[in-house]
């Protein structure tokens, strides 16, 4: 089991950037990929950006939602099993529940299954 815990959303101003943590525990060997998520009003949760968690590459594999990138970097510090969503010049659109899930690519899988997920953190974003 693995259990991940996110903080840093808040009340932040638009234009502004914010950066959210999410830490895992646990069995780490049960995972080898951390992702984020979110979840605007009226909408499903949406994937936003995931990263390897494994020792090779050294920085980690990443990969980003379309709509994030060139906005959003996603990077990690496995001593600490903490993984870090930092999103630039935010709007009051990108307001909502950013979710951090554990999770790993099974067999031929091209993506992984993120079976552990956090509780959320609330980013408010006033114009």
């Known amino acids: 089991q693995v259990e991940v815990v996110e903080s840093g959303g808040g009340l932040v101003q638009a234009g502004e950037s914010l950066m959210l943590n999410c830490t895992a525990s646990?069995?780490?060997?049960?995972?080898?990929?951390m992702g984020w998520w979110r979840q605007l009003p009226g909408r499903e949760r949406d994937f936003v950006a995931e990263?390897?968690?494994?020792?090779?590459?050294?920085?980690?594999?990443?990969n980003y939602d379309d709509s994030m990138k060139g906005r959003a970097t996603i990077s990690r510090d496995m001593a600490k099993n903490t993984v870090y969503l930092q999103i630039r010049n935010l709007t009051p659109e990108d307001a909502g529940v950013y979710y951090c899930?554990?999770?790993?690519?099974?067999?031929?899988?091209?993506?992984?299954?993120?079976?552990?997920w956090g509780q959320g953190t609330r980013v408010t974003v006033s114009s």
């Open positions: 646990g069995n780490m060997f049960s995972i080898d990929h």
């Open positions: 990263i390897s968690t494994t020792d090779i590459p050294i920085h980690g594999v990443k």
């Open positions: 899930a554990g999770g790993r690519i099974y067999g031929l899988a091209h993506r992984p299954r993120y079976d552990y």
